[in-house]
Nanobody, 123 residues
């Protein structure tokens, strides 16, 4: 069992930056690929970024490539999402997820989800 708790969301202006954090419980954090998803109002949840168990491989949605950076610190059981050059289109609830057994970098079947953190980007 893994519990995930996100933090770092908030209200920012277009062009600003935010860093989201996701703290995981349990001693097996390093055995999971980790990722971030988001869900905007009226839209389906979508994949944003993923990172491999050791942190050496990452994958991004085209919409955030070059602006967002995912990283992890296995010693701290934490995964991060650095978001730069934010636009109103990035407004969403952001969810942290722990990958399933077949997830290597791009999470398709997460086993665990956090409760989400709201990001609002004003124009």
């Amino acid at each position: 069992q893994v519990q995930l708790v996100e933090s770092g969301g908030g209200l920012v202006q277009a062009g600003d930056s935010l860093r989201l954090s996701c703290a995981a419980s349990g001693r097996t954090f390093s055995s999971y690929a980790m990722g971030w998803f988001r869900q905007a109002p009226g839209k389906e949840r979508e994949f944003v970024a993923g990172i491999s168990r050791g942190g050496g491989r990452t994958h991004y949605a085209d919409s955030v490539k070059g602006r967002f950076t995912i990283s992890r610190d296995n010693a701290k059981n934490t995964v991060y999402l650095q978001m730069n050059s934010l636009t109103p289109e990035d407004t969403a609830v952001y969810y942290c997820a722990a990958g399933g057994p077949n997830d290597i970098v791009r999470l398709t079947t997460p086993d665990y989800w956090g409760q989400g953190t709201q990001v609002i980007v004003s124009s």
